[in-house]
């Protein structure tokens, strides 16, 4: 497990300088060690991020579609984030629909590089509203989990990729270009994809992709271990990001708390809510806002893409 890079040690230095002239420490620096276990999330950054998504969506017509101002702002929000933490981004550009779309991938450096685990989000909404549920959740979980591996200096034994697609509301497309331009070595490299795509459903399910073992095994054992019942996902085929990955032989998984179908009296036992009613009665409405979220949903999800992203890289 690979524990330090020469610019992150550099920085370690600096902090100790830091340290150091405020009489703050006597010792050396402590090194930049991997984190035993998965850091809890704090689900008040993850709603700081929608909030940011909201007010994107209100200065820029209401939503946060593709090919709409609403779209880059929010692009451009998690870009300055992820820079300014020590991510390495690149923005994918394409076309769909006559408009300009991006894909905004961060790696964060060090690893194997022969062995990646994506964690990956749609960020864009439909026109009709702000998609903070669909999916400013997911997209804000997966930005809060970066934010924490490099609060951590989280040095894994694989390579950790972030991923946030455009254009997912029209059929997948961010996903599909990014798919479709990887060689198929590159494909090889990808161990693990995960999907979050509606994470903070206000009448929630805890669904868990059941599309590879190891990785339904590793949201489960998470959930088991706080609790909390899970059903399989079985809906998700073609419906959302994970799919171009699962086309092309790459292990997915992911997490989902639910969209229009209507929760059973059975799950609202076991989860609470209200039976008869949809997982989320905003769903591509316009009353998809920063008030369509419910935070424990948010935050048991948000925990556990953490620890999956912790188990499966280390
Ligand atoms: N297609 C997603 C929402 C969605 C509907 N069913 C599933 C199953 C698994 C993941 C996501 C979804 C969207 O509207 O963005
Ligand atoms: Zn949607
Ligand atoms: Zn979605």
Known sequence: ?????????????????????????????PAPTAAAAAPDIPVANVKSHLAQLQSIATANGGNRAHGRTGYKASIDYVKAKLDAAGFTTTLQQFTSSGRTGYNLIADWPGGDANQVVMAGSHLDSVTAGPGINDNGSGSAAILETALAVSRAQYQPTKHL??????????????????????????????????????????????????????????????FAGVGIATEPETEGDGRSDHSPFKNVGIPVGGLFSGADYIKTAAQATKWGGTSGQAFDRCYHASCDTASNIDDTALNRNADALAYAVWTLSS
């Open 161 to 222: 990729r972030f991923a946030w697609w455009g254009a997912e509301e029209l059929g997948m497309v961010g996903s599909k270009y990014y798919v479709n331009n990887l060689s198929s070595a590159n494909r090889a490299k990808i161990s693990d994809y995960l999907n979050f795509d509606m994470i903070g459903s206000p009448n929630p399910g805890y669904f868990v992709y059941d599309d590879d073992p190891t990785i339904e095994k590793t949201f489960k054992d998470y």
């Open 1 to 29: 497990m690979k524990l330090s890079v020469p610019g992150r040690a550099a920085g370690v230095v600096v902090a100790a300088v830091t340290l150091l002239t405020t009489g703050a420490i006597t010792g050396a620096a």
